[in-house]
Structures are given as structure tokens and as C-alpha cells.
């Protein structure tokens, strides 16, 4: 029988509209809507399209949005500025650096230049800390999409075997910590370019998230009959469409449940970018943190 196909797009739209309550009630509070600014360095194609699908998430939840587009000659001294002027500024909750950053950017600095009470990225160090701490504030996104999904789509994982293919700092690791969280309580394998027999790692996992940034890398004779599969990957064909890390034609007729690329994972990290704008300002308006 042919995988149920997680559909991350309905997801999102429903997770958008139940924060629209919350958004309202911190609005009401501060006097304005939250609001997000998007830091957009350079032309890269790809991430104009993710900084844009970012701001059509924050529409649906009454979030307001701006973009802030520079040019690819911009310095490192000049966005650390850039930043730091966002920082200070009353109106705005959350701010979020696209990567990937123009060569001669040095990445770090950049994310370290982000205060971290508006780092709705969950890229900077004391964000990092908090959340391998078991105590974050502001939730890695990809990875709380993949919860989010999981969680929505009635998947158990206390005591399931996960297996996550990729070590990034973006996915791979963060999505190690929330898992192991005691809340969670999953049993995680990570694999990456040195694991020795990744195929034998993947048969073992109840649930398998592909995160590796390679189209094809996941075959359908790597998974368990009935394993649960998420695709983060989002690379570009040949023929230029999006594909995921997985072999999804093949591996539909093995899983029990699959997240397609494009309208899986994606259309959630937007939801996510948008929740953690709206606690950033419930903070700020000095509300409890959500549960
Ligand atoms: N580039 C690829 N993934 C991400 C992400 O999650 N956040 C930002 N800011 N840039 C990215």
C-alpha cells in the first residue's frame, strides 16, 4: 500500500491560523502587529524565494514582515550595523539573516551579531546553549517543523528509533537535541559522509529524516517497511525543480508515511519562523512563554 503523504502545506495553514489568536492577543498588548525583518544578502535566486514564502507565512498569522535586501558588495562591518541597529529597535520582535551569506561574510560573526532575543533563527551561540540545555526559549525551526509534522500526523516517538541523516548546525544537530529531550523522548542514530554503512544505519530507524543536501541519497531498499520518512533536503534537479534527499517514487511504496519536496518541510519552517516571531514578541510584551 502506497505511503499517507504528509502534506507539510495543509499543515502549516492550520498551525498559521490557530497563532493568528496569539499574534491578535500580543498585538493588542504592544499596540502593533509583531513584526519580523528578513535580511536578504545578495541575489541568490533560491533564497529570494525562501525569504519571500517567510513573509507569505507571516501574512496569514497578522504578523507584519519587511525585507531588508543589501547588496552582495556589502561588508561584514556594514551588516554587523545593520544588525545591530535592528537590535535596538522597539518595533521590531524577530530578524533573521538568509543564508547562505555572500562569500567574504564570515557566517559566525554574522549570526553572533543577532541579539539573541530576536534570533527567531535559533542560530545564535546562547540560543544553541539554551536549547542543548533543555531550556530554550526560541525553537530551531526546520527541526521544530519536523516535530511539528510528526507530532501532527499522530507519529509516536517516545522510545521510537530515529535516524538523521546530516550533522548541519541548521538541521542535523539541533534536531538530535530536540528529539532526545525527555518531552520527546526518541533514540537518535545521526549519520553523515563518515558513517560507515549508512544503509544498515537508515533499516534502523522507525523514523528516518533525510537531511544531507543530496538528491537521491536515501533509496527505498535502504528503509524499514513501514518507517516513517521526512525529506528536509531541497536541492535542484537537473531540469532546475526542487527534489529532496529521498527517492520518493520508490520510497512511497515502502513507508507508511512520507513528507513530499516541495510542500513538506518547507511550508512548516515558514510556520515556525513566524510562531518564533510572535513569542520573541510576547516576551517583549511580557507574556509567559506558550506551551
Ligand atoms: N538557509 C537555509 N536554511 C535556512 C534557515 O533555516 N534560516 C536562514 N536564515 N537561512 C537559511
Known amino acids: ?163 538523521v541523516v546530516g550533522r548541519s548546525n541548521i538541521v542535523g544537530k539541533p534536531l538530535a537535541l530536540l528529539l532526545i529531550q525527555k518531552e520527546v523522548g526518541a533514540t537518535v542514530t545521526v549519520c553523515h559522509t563518515q558513517t560507515r554503512n549508512l544503509a544498515e544505519e537508515v533499516r534502523r530507524g522507525d523514523v528516518v529524516v533525510a537531511a544531507a543536501g543530496r538528491a537521491g541519497l536515501i533509496t527505498a531498499e535502504m528503509l524499514k517497511p513501514g518507517a516513517v520518512v521526512i525529506d528536509v533536503g531541497t536541492n535542484r534537479g537537473a531540469d532546475g525543480r526542487l527534489v529532496g534527499d529521498v527517492d520518493f517514487q520508490a520510497a512511497v511504496d515502502v513507508a507508511s508515511a512520507i513528507s513530499p519536496v516541495p510542500g513538506g518541510v518547507g511550508p512548516m519552517t515558514c510556520a515556525l519562523v513566524v510562531r518564533n516571531t510572535v513569542e520573541a514578541a510576547a516576551r517583549r510584551a511580557g507574556f509567559k512563554a506558550a506551551s
Open 1 to 163: 500500500m502506497a505511503a499517507r503523504v504528509l502534506d507539510g502545506k495543509a499543515i502549516a495553514a492550520d498551525f498559521l491560523m490557530a497563532l493568528k489568536e496569539r499574534s491578535a492577543s500580543v498585538a493588542e498588548r504592544l499596540g502593533r502587529q509583531p513584526h519580523l525583518v528578513a535580511v536578504l544578502v545578495g541575489d541568490d535566486p533560491a533564497s529570494r524565494v525562501y525569504v519571500r514564502n517567510k513573509e507569505r507565512a507571516a501574512e496569514k498569522a497578522d504578523v507584519r514582515s519587511t525585507l531588508l535586501t543589501l547588496p552582495s558588495s556589502t561588508s561584514e562591518t556594514d551588516l554587523v550595523s545593520r544588525l545591530q541597529a535592528l537590535n535596538v529597535d522597539p518595533k521590531v520582535d524577530g530578524v533573521l539573516v538568509q543564508l547562505p551569506l555572500p562569500k567574504g561574510i564570515h557566517e559566525p560573526a554574522i549570526l553572533r551579531a543577532v541579539s539573541p532575543d530576536k534570533d527567531v533563527d535559533c542560530f545564535h551561540p546562547l540560543n544553541v546553549g539554551l536549547l542543548a540545555e533543555g531550556s530554550p526559549f526560541l525553537l530551531p525551526c526546520t527541526p521544530a517543523a519536523v516535530l511539528e509534522i510528526l507530532r501532527r500526523s499522530n507519529v509516536p516517538l517516545e522510545g521510537a528509533n530515529v535516524v
